[in-house]
């Protein structure tokens, strides 16, 4: 199965910073989604087919990258952002999650 | 608004059995293919079952194959997970989903702790 690596594991960062996350595959994908997940919440679908953003989605979360490497990045972060964020592939079954990168807001 | 509500999780022993339900609502179900996702603090969230809108197709991660069955009932608008001869590495957080396309899980419950010990 595809193995997905996040990193970093954890982001320290200070609201209106900018943070970038990146994911990385054990094959070439055509298909990655970002979930964003709060303490005690359900994961929410952010970022779909590396670039697209999900409905009710802020402007400041963008997707980017092909092949092996993606990219989040949220471009100015709001104290709401603090969260453990995921991404997925769907190119291959079965479908698996990276372990998650944890942003902490200073 | 698409609201997924998961109940059935507890404590059972391990080769005991339990069946998860999910009522769906502000969408129309029987038009949705859906799942069930877990996660644990180990192995984070992994995939576990799909159904088709029509309930003709399901499919199975290998850890559950055989011994879970996922179901529908599109008249009740609930989902369900009839989970058998538990282990306990079953013991998760259990989230039904919908799918917007192909794996791709666009709506989430809040999930239903099911713990697994003797």
């Known amino acids: 199965e595809i193995v997905l690596t996040q990193s970093p594991a954890t982001l320290s960062l200070s609201p209106g910073e900018r943070a970038t996350l990146s994911c990385r595959a054990s094959?070439?994908?055509?298909?990655l989604a970002w979930y964003q997940q709060k303490p005690g919440q359900a994961p929410r679908l952010l970022i779909y087919?590396?670039?697209n953003r999900a409905t009710g989605i802020p402007a400041r979360f963008s997707g980017s990258g092909f092949g092996t490497d993606f990219t989040l990045t949220i471009s100015s972060l709001e104290p709401e952002d603090s969260a453990v964020y995921y991404c997925?592939?769907?190119?291959?079954?079965?479908?698996?999650f990276g372990q998650g990168t944890k942003v902490e807001i200073k | 608004e698409v609201q997924l509500v998961e109940s059935g999780g507890g404590l059972v022993q391990p080769g005991g059995s339990l069946r998860l339900s999910c009522a769906a609502s502000?969408?129309?179900?029987?038009?949705?293919?859906m799942h069930w996702v877990r996660q644990t603090p180990e192995k984070g969230l992994v995939w576990v079952s799909r159904?088709?809108?029509?309930?003709?197709?399901?499919n199975y991660a290998d850890s559950v194959k055989g011994r879970f069955t996922i179901s529908r009932d599109n008249g009740e608008n609930t989902l369900y997970l009839q989970m058998n001869s538990l282990r306990a590495d079953d013991t998760a957080v259990y989230y039904c989903?919908?799918?917007?396309?192909?794996?791709?899980?666009?709506?989430w419950g809040q999930g239903t702790l099911v713990t697994v010990s003797s």
């Open positions: 087919d590396a670039t």
């Open positions: 989903a919908t799918e917007g396309s192909g794996y791709r899980f666009d709506n």
């Open positions: 094959q070439s994908l055509n298909y």
């Open positions: 997925q592939q769907r190119s291959y079954w079965p479908p698996t």
């Open positions: 159904i088709s809108s029509d309930g003709s197709s399901t």
């Open positions: 502000g969408f129309t179900f029987s038009t949705y293919w």
